[in-house]
């Protein structure tokens, strides 16, 4: 099955610095991929969608430039949190999508995000 | 507007109980995918099924089993004999036929006792 693989698991950061999180797809191409933000006992809140080559695509609401989104290649998106502050700690989980299969998108792990 | 309504937020059940788990959503699309996913407490999205909209055939999957009805824009899903390590989060979504974004419920949270 597809693999989608998120990278750290679990990061803790002080206020004020900025830190990255990378969602690969490991075994195959994804032309896009999806950002979503998930706070303690609630749903998935999509953030953004990451287009391989181009400028990503942010909800309302969703401050871009706080969350910065690169999707240099179609195996790779990263997620830069910047000048991150408490209420930014959550769970950050990203989804891509198997440009040649039209049924889903597959989920990384996620990322757990404190920021101290 | 699309939207994902589970109107469950927490169900506890002793464990070899059956459980639904209901979960309703809108859509002006004619054209879409519903999900089932598991949340433990780890966080990762365990996937359970994904259902096109031109087919409401029920499916059964060991213990699980799900029905999705058009008429009444639901797709409730059934845990029978449920056991301990049912317990998580479930989260039913809708998917974008276009975007393939997932717009999620709220989640339900299974409690199972032992």
């Known amino acids: 099955g597809a693999v989608v693989s998120q990278h750290p698991s679990r990061v803790i950061c002080k206020s004020g610095t900025s830190v990255k999180i990378e969602c690969r797809s490991l075994?195959?191409?994804?032309?896009?991929m999806f950002w979503y933000r998930q706070f303690p006992k609630k749903s998935l809140m999509l953030m953004a969608t990451s287009n391989e080559g181009s400028k990503a695509t942010y909800e309302q609401g969703v401050e871009k430039d706080k969350f910065l989104i690169n999707h240099a290649s179609l195996t790779l998106s990263t997620l830069t949190v910047t000048s991150a502050h408490p209420e930014d700690s959550s769970f950050y989980i990203c989804?891509?999508?198997?440009?040649?299969?039209?049924?889903?998108?597959?989920f990384g792990q996620g990322t757990r995000l404190t920021v101290v | 507007a699309q939207k994902v309504t589970q109107a469950q937020t927490e169900i506890s059940v002793v464990e070899k109980e059956d459980v639904t788990l209901d979960c309703v959503y809108e859509t002006r699309d004619t054209t879409y995918y519903l999900f089932w996913y598991k949340q433990p407490p780890s966080g990762e999205l365990v996937f359970l099924i994904r259902?096109?909209?031109?087919?409401?055939q029920n499916e059964i999957s060991g213990r699980y089993s799900w029905n999705f009805q058009k008429s009444t824009s639901s797709f409730n899903f059934t845990i029978t004999a449920s056991q301990v390590v049912d317990s998580a989060v479930y989260f039913c979504a809708l998917s974008e036929p276009r975007t393939y974004k997932y717009i999620f419920g709220t989640g339900t949270r299974l409690k199972v006792l032992a």
């Open positions: 989804s891509a999508r198997d440009q040649w299969k039209n049924t889903e998108a597959f």
């Open positions: 259902r096109n909209s031109f087919d409401e």
């Open positions: 075994d195959f191409q994804a032309t896009t």
